[in-house]
C-alpha cells in the first residue's frame, strides 16, 4: 500500500486527505506545525471511514519526520491569499516555509514524487525543486488542473452542456497571466466557438485568470480548497496509479515551448514515473506571446527569491 503525506493540515490538505481516503489511494499521513489539528482532523477522517465506506489508514503529525517513508508527498503548507492580496504578496512568507518543508523531504523521504500547491506555485515549486535537487520527473506543481477545471466549469455553464463535454486547457503561471487556450478548447471535439461569441470567450478567460481571487473575495476569510484539493489529488492518482493522463501542470521547462530553468503550466503525461512526457502543442501567434509574457511573471518571481547559484 503507497504512503501519502499531505503536509498541511488546512482547507486544502484535510480536504484532499478526505479524496485520497475516499479514493483509498494508499495510507494517509496529515503533517501540520500545529500538530492537535493534524491529529484531530486525522481522527475525524478515519472515524468517518465506517460511515463513507473507506478502509483507509490515516494518522495526523506535527513533526516532518513523518514523512518517512512516503511515495508521494502533497505540498499544501502556506498562507492563504487574503482580499486584496495578490499570489505574488506571498512570495517570501511562503518561500520560507517552503524552504524548511523542502530540507525534511530530501532528508527524510529522498525517494517521493512532490505535488506543490503553495502560492505562487510556480515560484514555490521551483525553489522546491532547486533545494530538493530532486530530478524534475518528481517535483510538480498542481495549477493547470485547477485552472482548466475553472474554465471548463465556466464554459459549460455558458454553452449550457455538461463539464464532462468540455476539453479545455489552462497554461503558463498560476496567476493573472495564466493562459486559458481556447485554439484547443471544444465540446466534444466541436470548437467552443461554434458555441460562444468572440467577446463572451474573451470575459469566460479573464474570469477564469480571476476565478481564485473571486473566491477569496466571496469567503473573506480564506481560498479555495475544494478544486485545489481535488485537482492535486488527480495528478496524484495519475502518478500513483500510472495512468499516463494528459493533463496541464508546472513543470520544469529545459527548452520546451523556449523556456529554461523555470516551472510554468504546460500540458505533460503523468505515470508512474512522474512527469513522464511534456507535449508540445501548436500554439496561436497570441497565445505564445502570452505564454511568454506568463513565463517573464515566474521569471521575475523566481528573481525576487534571490538563491545562490544552483550547484553544477
Not at 51 to 69: C, H, K, L
Not at 224 to 237: G, L
Not at 258 to 274: E, K
Request: glycine share 10%.
Amino acid at each position: 500500500m503507497p504512503k501519502i503525506s499531505v503536509v498541511g493540515a488546512g482547507n486544502v490538505g484535510a480536504s484532499a486527505a478526505l479524496y485520497l481516503a475516499e479514493a483509498e489511494m494508499g495510507d494517509v499521513t496529515l503533517v501540520d506545525i500545529m500538530e492537535g489539528v493534524a491529529k484531530g482532523k486525522a481522527l475525524d477522517l478515519l472515524e468517518a471511514g465506517p460511515v463513507r465506506g473507506y478502509d483507509t489508514m490515516i494518522e495526523g503529525s506535527g513533526d516532518m519526520r513523518s514523512v518517512t517513508g512516503s511515495d508521494l508527498i502533497i505540498v499544501t503548507a502556506g498562507l492563504p491569499r487574503k482580499p486584496g492580496m495578490s499570489r505574488t504578496d506571498l512570495l517570501k512568507a511562503n518561500a520560507d516555509i517552503i524552504r524548511g518543508i523542502a530540507k525534511a523531504i530530501k532528508e527524510h523521504a529522498p525517494k517521493a514524487f512532490v505535488i506543490t500547491v503553495t502560492n505562487p506555485l510556480d515560484v514555490m515549486t521551483y525553489l522546491l525543486h532547486r533545494i530538493t535537487a530532486f530530478p524534475r520527473e518528481r517535483v510538480i506543481g498542481m495549477a493547470g488542473v485547477l485552472d482548466s477545471a475553472r474554465f471548463r466549469a465556466f464554459l459549460a455553464m455558458e454553452i449550457g452542456v455538461s463539464v464532462e463535454d468540455i476539453q479545455a486547457m489552462v497554461l503558463g503561471g498560476h496567476g493573472d497571466t495564466m493562459v486559458p487556450i481556447l485554439s484547443n478548447a471544444t465540446v466534444s471535439g466541436v470548437p467552443v466557438q461554434k458555441f460562444v461569441t468572440r467577446e463572451r470567450l474573451g470575459e469566460i478567460v479573464q474570469r477564469t485568470r480571476d476565478g481564485g481571487a473571486e473566491i477569496v473575495k466571496l469567503l473573506q476569510t480564506g481560498s479555495a480548497f475544494y478544486a485545489p484539493a481535488a485537482s492535486a489529488v488527480q495528478m496524484a492518482e495519475a502518478i500513483l496509479k500510472d495512468k499516463k493522463r494528459l493533463l496541464p501542470a508546472c513543470a520544469y521547462l529545459n527548452g520546451e515551448y523556449g523556456f529554461r530553468d523555470l516551472y510554468l503550466g504546460v500540458p505533460v503525461i503523468l505515470g508512474s514515473r512522474g512527469l513522464e512526457k511534456i507535449v508540445e502543442l501548436d500554439l496561436t501567434a497570441e497565445e505564445k506571446a502570452a505564454l511568454a509574457k506568463s513565463a517573464e511573471d515566474v521569471k521575475k518571481g523566481i528573481a525576487d527569491l534571490e538563491l545562490e547559484p544552483a550547484a553544477r
